[in-house]
C-alpha cells in the first residue's frame, strides 16, 4: 500500500475518533437541571446584581438553588422557561428554586412580583409562607402586610382609571350638547381650502 495513501488513512481514523469522543463527553455533560436567564433592569453601573455571589449581566444562565441579591441601583427580571417570569425590585435577596413547571423560593429582604407563572409560586418570606399568582407580589420585611394585603394585582389604582374615564365621558357629553361646534380654544371661523 502507498504510504501516502497509510498516512491519509491513519490520520482521518484519528480525527474520527477525536471529534466523536468530543461531541459525546459534550452530551454527556448535561446534568439535567432546568435553566433561566436573568435580565438586570436599571443598573447604573457602579454596583451590580449578584447570583451566588459573583456579578452577573443580563443574559447570565442561572440554575435552581441560585441565590440573587439586587443593590439598590438596579433590579432584576428572571425568565424561567415554561415555569415562568419573576421579577426583582431593588434591595432584594431572593433564593430560587424551579423546574420545569413550579417555582418556589426564600425572600430575604426586599420584594418580588410574579410577571407569569404555570402554578402558583411558593414563597418563604420572613413572616410566613406565601403562593403567588400572576401579577401578585410579596415583601420579605418583618412589618410586612398579611399575605392577602401583599399579594394585590394592581387594583388599587382602579380611582385614578375611573377619574380618566369619567373625565372622557363628560368632554364627550359635553361636545354632543353643543351640536358638536366646541372649537376647544380656538378663536374665530375654521377655514378649510382644498388641497390642491
Same mark, same amino acid.
Given at each position: 500500500m502507498n504510504t501516502k495513501?497509510?498516512?491519509r488513512y491513519a490520520l482521518t481514523m484519528c480525527l474520527t475518533v477525536a471529534i466523536f469522543a468530543t461531541y459525546s463527553m459534550v452530551a454527556?455533560?448535561?446534568? %439535567?437541571?432546568?435553566? %433561566?436567564?436573568?435580565?438586570?433592569? %436599571?443598573n447604573d453601573g457602579a454596583s451590580s446584581v449578584t447570583v451566588n455571589g459573583e !456579578? !452577573?449581566?443580563?443574559g447570565r444562565t442561572i440554575f435552581s438553588t441560585s441565590t440573587i441579591t439586587t443593590p439598590d441601583s438596579a433590579g432584576a427580571v428572571l425568565s424561567l422557561g415554561k415555569a415562568g417570569r419573576i421579577?426583582?425590585?431593588?434591595?432584594t435577596t431572593f433564593t430560587i428554586s424551579f423546574d420545569e413547571n413550579s417555582i418556589n423560593g426564600s425572600l430575604s429582604a426586599g420584594s418580588i412580583t410574579v410577571l407569569n407563572a404555570a402554578q402558583a409560586v411558593d414563597v418563604k418570606t420572613l413572616t410566613g409562607?406565601?403562593?403567588?399568582?400572576? %401579577?401578585?407580589s410579596a415583601v420579605a420585611s418583618a412589618n410586612a402586610p398579611s399575605s392577602s394585603q401583599t399579594a394585590h394585582t394592581g387594583s388599587s389604582h382602579w380611582g385614578w382609571w375611573a377619574l380618566i374615564v369619567g373625565g372622557a365621558v363628560a368632554v364627550i357629553i359635553w361636545t354632543a350638547a353643543d351640536g358638536g361646534e366646541n372649537r376647544f380654544g380656538q378663536g374665530g371661523n375654521v377655514i378649510v381650502s382644498p388641497i390642491r
Open positions: 495513501l497509510c498516512i454527556l455533560a448535561y446534568d %439535567g437541571k432546568t435553566a %433561566g436567564e436573568i435580565l438586570v433592569t %436599571g !456579578a !452577573a449581566k443580563s421579577e426583582l425590585a431593588h434591595n409562607d406565601l403562593k403567588l399568582n400572576t %401579577g401578585e
